[in-house]
């Protein structure tokens, strides 16, 4: 029977279908973080529960340090520091490698699972956070959980499951200038809301996937989960193979071999079958941005904001106009006129180096308008380094950049450092939620060239009429 | 766990879409490294009046601060409620204020079986019966109140409404039981290990 690259890894997982008709399936690597890692291993202490195999499981410090230069435990989000220093002491009791916050290999947990190769294609992986879904990307089948999941993985290497649907992206085409896998990933919800990817294993597939470098198909799969996915996958290709090969995890010699002889199977079986389908042709989407407060409120740069009394859903108007009322804007004005205050590049959704340097070229050269706050956040220690030696550091600082340390930082607002109310920023990152990036903030979810253009502007901007120094 | 067969409460009805795990407990409320102390903080943003940054008090709009429906232990909800964050924080969170139950026409995935390992029962129904059921509660949210059995897999109304809504049995089992999925699962040991030492071999370089 031909099979999805889904059920592949699916039935290689499988340990027992169970009575009460769970799937019993075994978990390759378990990555935590200080927000949720610490809750998840004291409260196993509790119970007196061990982790299983401690050399498959990974922590970073990213969610509550601050990103100031020269940071350390301290942090402004209120309670911070028991956060950092629990997940410290719990890791090192459990026997947990911890890229601390002084580790040259400390970033976003999902960005650096993929830069140490701790994630490789055919593995399960998961971690108590949403946007696991990332690692789809290299061929793996990584989903976001809870906490009380994250402890039955920690302790027994297995979850029990109920077999999601399964559902095909196929894109179709290539992108147009100027355009990225944020802008694709923002024009699906937008198309097809926030939830229509409900409850489904997306496979990203068709030769618009397969033409995206593999730090794009990240962004795409990282925001799968914003289309209410479980999560997204991609088929590991001789891209996937470039980038992990030589990676601190990944396995080498003869293991490399055995490894990418399995790899190679891992690719769907032409007649095998999907839940439901989908197809984008990529040539027909531009850069896109959101307008309100849930992902699905998604348009291109060139649209208006829409009028809710359009709509014929009510619970869909009215969201709309909730959003509206949020965001401080009225229905008909074009997307490419509002202004901003803030211009944020971070996330794990968009701070690799390829979302840096995408940045970087708009920027170069460039000032920022003076009454705006901008700030970039490289995703891991690696990337700030790299980006540093290219000179990347210098092109944002000189442009009106503030250039921070590694990790989650603004991308949501714990009580700490935040955006201001009725403030408004252009964001590199994946939700666009009330309160997401501070109490009142307003967010507009854009790609980083997008981000960059509208930080010289000062208003939501198109990147491709920014005239480009080489 | 705290098993879940019937209930009968107050249902109040937050009838938006999308609800995702940020609203219903905001980042900032999550100060401690705790799994309590987290109801003060549910739907804080809707909940409370802010200047700022700091909560001037209760929002008397919001529906959970209105006196009819003090105690409410149903929560009737729009399409794709939990979506967004991983947080487990967002069901201790409601499950501490006093909920049992959250009906929907979907959840977010991760929601979903955050709930229902935390003796919160998830309903899915279709966004009509929500209304309806919405609309009875609206009359007299005191006394009309919802009643839900999971062993008939049934909600109804005093009024004589009854809707069906599906589970999966393994979801059901934990809820009506209290059950603790890690000690089910490990009374699978050997079976898990049997997995490894096969697993070991055909894919080694899985294996640190
Ligand atoms: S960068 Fe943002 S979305 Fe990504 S893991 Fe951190 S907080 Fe979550």
Known sequence: MPKTLFEKIWNDHLIAELDDGACLLHVDRVFLHERTGGIALSSMEAEQRQVRNPGHVFCTMDHIIDTFPGRGDATMAPGGRQFITSA???????????????????????????????????LTVVCPDSHTCTLGALGALAWGIGSSECEHALTTETLRLVKPKQMAVRLQGGLAAGVTAKDVI??????????????????????????????????????AVEFSAFTGIIAPDDETLKYISGRPYAPEGGEWD??????????????????????????????????????????????????????????????????????????????????????FIGSCTNSRLSDLRDAARILKGNKITRRIKAICVPGSSRIKREAEQEGIDRIFTEAGFEWRESGCSMCFYAGGEGFAERERIISSTNRNFEGRQGQGARSHLASPATVAASALTGFITDARNMAIQQ | MKPFTTHSGIAAPLLRINIDTDA?????????????GLSEGLFAGWRYLYEDDKKLGANPDFILNKPEYAGASILLAGDNFGCGSSREHAVWALAEYGFRAVIAPAFGSIFYNNAVRNGLLPVELSEQSITALAEYSTRAPATNHVNISLENTTVSSNAGDEFHFDIEPLHKEMLLQGLDAIDMTLKHLDEIEEFQNRDKTSRSWAYL
């Open chain 1, 258 to 343: 055995k490894a990418v002889e399995y790899w190679r199977r891992l690719h769907t079986d032409a007649g095998a079958k999907y839940d439901k389908e989908l197809h984008l042709d990529l040539a027909e989407i531009e850069p896109t941005v959101t307008w309100g407060t849930s992902p699905q409120h998604a348009i291109g740069i060139s649209g208006m904001i829409p009028d809710p009394d359009k709509e014929s859903n009510k619970g869909t108007r009215q969201a709309m106009q909730r959003a509206m009322d949020y965001m401080g804007l009225t229905a008909g004005t074009a997307i490419n006129t509002i202004p901003i205050d803030a211009a």
């Open chain 1, 186 to 223: 923002l024009h699906l919800t937008g198309k097809y809301s926030a939830s229509g990817g409900s409850g489904c294993a997306i496979e990203f597939c068709g030769e618009g996937t397969r033409r995206l470098p593999v730090e794009a198909r990240m962004t795409l799969c990282n925001m």
């Open chain 1, 88 to 122: 410290r002491q719990a890791t090192r009791r459990a026997g947990i490698t911890l890229f601390d916050v002084n580790d040259p290999r400390q970033g976003i947990s999902h960005v650096i699972s993929a830069e140490l190769g701790v994630t490789l294609p055919g």
């Open chain 2, 24 to 36: 219903i407990i905001p980042s900032r409320e999550m100060r401690r490294v705790s799994k309590r």
